[in-house]
């Protein structure tokens, strides 16, 4: 069997997917699926559950961000409303983490998010000038991160906070893009282009590398200089389950970003309703449909096209239980990698490339029909 390493995917061709590899067993000494550590650190804030909510308006309003920060996982609040809901909503998040208990209330991480451009600084303005150093992170949101734009409002942004908060910079889909981005300042990079369940951009533009090789890039080119060491990677788009999150990990990054994992559940933004058949269901939008374009700006402007697309979603209930399914398969994956920590489950594991009918294989084929 031929095994590969993170440096290996990086320069696999073609490039890889998530369901194109699996992970390969090793021997273990660890005796429970309860004694792995699974903390990592995101932008100097550490996570006992590496994921993080995207900051998508049928996502991570406040409600989401803190309930996901006191199981141990975070949220980052979108910013797809008015600059005064938007400091509503961060007021609201700080008012949760003040009622929590301090074990608690340390875990929850207050994060809005910002767009590039004159926009993008105002609100920036505006948020640091209510809350400053309250913050943990802010997001720098926009589809290409490795662009001028992105530099421009990271530099701004870097300048007024320095070291006191994190900023969360994003998208980029190779180790060029991390490497920009980590050189102006991004204490955390969102990785990623074209990736998500409602993302057209790969079949609109043409333009997008698949995520697991991205991550991989961007892991490889971080290692390459030390003073990238602390710049975290976000593996950002095609995260559907537990395993995806693990593959992740051992390419290369400190945690994943999800959005339909964790849409259409109580705490994401948006009315439950009943359709014609009975069922409960939310809505769930990319960030660039139609429908965004719509409510934001009255329609698309003459000559673009929408990149993302808007669907509905059975109503899962709370994100609770989702997200402890999803820690659940990264501590039984690191007792396979006999990795007592998140660094030893990508030091100990390697990918094997597989066909169409090892993917077959490794789901639960008995309850086909």
């Not at 996982?73 to 949760?96: M, P, T």
């Not at 994401?268 to 934001?296: L, T």
Request: hydrophobic share 40%; aromatic share 8%.
């Amino acid at each position: 069997m031929k095994k590969y390493s993170y440096r290996d995917l990086a320069n696999f061709s073609p490039s890889l997917a998530y369901d194109d590899v699996l992970l390969v067993p090793t021997f273990s000494s660890i005796r429970s699926r309860l004694e792995p550590e699974t903390t990592t650190t995101v932008a100097g804030k550490s996570l006992t559950i590496p994921i993080v909510s995207s900051p998508m308006d049928t996502i991570t309003d406040y409600k989401m961000a803190s309930v996901l920060g006191r199981l141990g996982a975070s949220g980052i609040i979108h910013r797809f409303l008015s600059v005064e809901d938007q400091l509503g909503q961060i007021a609201k998040l700080l008012d949760e983490k003040a009622k929590t208990d301090k074990f608690n209330s340390e875990k929850i991480i207050v994060a809005p998010a910002i767009g590039v451009g004159r926009e993008g600084l105002y609100r920036f303005e505006k948020i640091w000038r209510e809350f400053s150093t309250s913050l943990d992170w802010i997001a720098i949101d926009i589809a290409n991160g490795h662009s001028s734009l992105m530099l421009e409002t990271l530099s701004h942004v870097k300048s007024k906070v320095g070291n006191s908060v994190g900023i969360v910079a994003g998208n980029v889909a190779t180790g060029e893009g991390f490497s920009c981005l980590a050189e102006a300042g991004a204490d955390a990079i969102r990785v990623g282009i074209g990736g998500g369940s409602i993302c057209k951009t790969r079949i609109m533009t043409g333009f997008g590398v698949p995520t697991l090789s991205s991550v991989a890039d961007c892991y490889r080119e971080k290692q390459k200089n030390n003073l990238y060491s602390h710049v975290s990677i976000i593996a950002d788009g095609g995260i559907r389950n537990p395993a995806d999150v693990v593959k992740s990990i051992v390419a290369g990054a400190d945690c994943v970003m999800v959005g339909r994992v964790f849409a259409a559940t109580k705490e994401s933004p948006g009315e439950v309703f009943k359709s014609a058949n009975g069922k409960m269901y939310k809505v769930y939008r990319g960030m660039a449909s139609e429908e965004v374009q719509i409510d934001a700006k009255n329609g698309l402007k003459p000559g673009t096209c929408a990149e993302g697309v808007s669907t509905t979603i059975p109503y899962k209930g709370s994100v609770e239980p989702i997200a402890m399914e999803f820690l659940g398969g990264l501590r039984s994956a690191m007792t396979y990698a006999n990795a007592k920590d998140i660094l030893e489950l990508r030091q100990n594991t390697m990918f094997a490339q597989i066909t169409g009918s090892g993917l077959d294989e490794s789901h639960a084929f008995g309850t086909k029909k």
